[in-house]
Nanobody
Framework: QVQLVESGGGLVQPGGSLRLSCAAS?????????MAWYRQAPGKQRELVAS???????NYADSVEGRFTISRDIAKNTVYLQIDSLKPEDTAVYYC???????????WGQGTQVTVSS
């Protein structure tokens, strides 16, 4: 059974940092799958914030470039999102995502809440 389990969210003051984790299990091996982080703020559409290819290339949304860093630990089959210089507008539920092109299935984690407030 495929699972993506996020952790690491919480309440943080503006300017603070968090590191989100996404542990993949089942048939998802991050060394061969592209992985991504999305977020969804209240009343807004889910948006892509960062992605990493199977080859390790990364891409970021303009709104987070320079503050967010996506990385992975292949041995742990885990993807991370380091979030620095947090702003109130970063408040959202953050989701881990991958797509299996063989089965044509999108996989999502349950999400982890990030709240930026003083």
């Amino acid at each position: 059974q495929v699972q993506l389990v996020e952790s690491g969210g919480g309440l943080v003051q503006p300017g603070g940092s968090l590191r989100l984790s996404c542990a993949a299990s089942g048939s998802i091996f991050i060394r061969i799958y592209a992985m991504a982080w999305y977020r969804q703020a209240p009343g807004k559409q889910r948006e892509l914030v960062a992605s990493i290819t199977s080859g390790g290339d990364t891409n970021y949304a303009d709104s987070v470039e320079g503050r967010f860093t996506i990385s992975r630990d292949i041995a742990k089959n885990t993807v991370y999102l380091q979030i620095d210089s947090l702003k109130p507008e970063d408040t959202a539920v953050y989701y881990c995502n991958t797509y299996d092109p063989r089965l044509r299935i999108d996989y999502w984690g349950q999400g982890t809440q990030v709240t930026v407030s003083s």
